[in-house]
T-cell receptor, first 115, second 110 residues
């Protein structure tokens, strides 16, 4: 089994629908992240969490929310999806120390299409 | 604010050496990382430089100069399988998350 598992892997939805992308990990890492990837724009940080009670906004958090249900689970929600949220979404985890925080383990990605 | 600049594309032939540069502007700095991503796949960690100098891992090396706000990834003995996107990333301060550059697409031809 993968260390970082994302579900669903692919999703097509319509404008205005609520969507949840889920991430679970078996790395035992405290830190979890959600990134969005668009062609030519690299990976942009949406939200990150350093423990169950710690949630932080990233570069592009507008239109998204997150929930850290447990150390191993971090979900990303789009309350009302819009077409420009069509992208490849990655969940990642890392260790807690400053050097470990540079070493991210990524999930396989969730490709979301909003029509 | 924080930004990392890297070339959008680089091409090379098998067996050659290629250098991918990354310059950064950050309000703080806790090191430079490099990631590889094959088309549509998950990014994977390659290397990390916390201090100035060269870090070598097999065919790949990474260099950092804090005084120049500059680093590079050096790929030697290029193989076709090295065709991928390469991202530099930086941690602005402890207690934050990695910010990535826009990526460099490396195409290796025979």
């Amino acid at each position: 089994d993968a260390d970082v598992t994302q579900t669903p892997r692919n999703r097509i939805t319509k404008t205005g629908k609520r969507i949840m992308l889920e991430c679970s990990q078996t790395k035992g890492h405290d830190r979890m992240y959600w990134y969005r990837q668009d062609p030519g724009l690299g990976l942009r940080l949406i939200y990150y969490s350093f423990d169950v009670k710690d949630i932080n906004k990233g570069e592009i958090s507008d239109g998204y929310s997150v929930s850290r249900q447990a150390q191993a689970k971090f979900s990303l929600s789009l309350e009302s999806a819009i077409p420009n949220q069509t992208a490849l979404y990655f969940c990642a985890t890392s260790d807690r120390d400053s050097s470990g925080a540079n070493v991210l383990t990524f999930g396989a990605g969730s490709r979301l299409t909003v029509l | 604010g924080q930004s990392l600049e890297q070339p959008s594309e680089v091409t090379a032939v098998e067996g050659a050496i290629v250098q991918i540069n990354c310059t950064y502007q950050t309000s703080g700095f806790y090191g430079l990382s490099w990631y590889q991503q094959h088309d549509g796949g998950a990014p994977t960690f390659l290397s990390y430089n916390a201090l100035d100098g060269l870090e070598e891992t097999g065919r790949f090396s990474s260099f950092l100069s804090r005084s120049d706000s500059y680093g590079y990834l050096l790929l030697q003995e290029l193989q076709m399988k090295d065709s991928a996107s390469y991202f530099c990333a930086a941690l602005r301060e402890a207690g934050t998350a990695l910010i990535f550059g826009k990526g460099t697409t490396l195409s290796v031809s025979s």
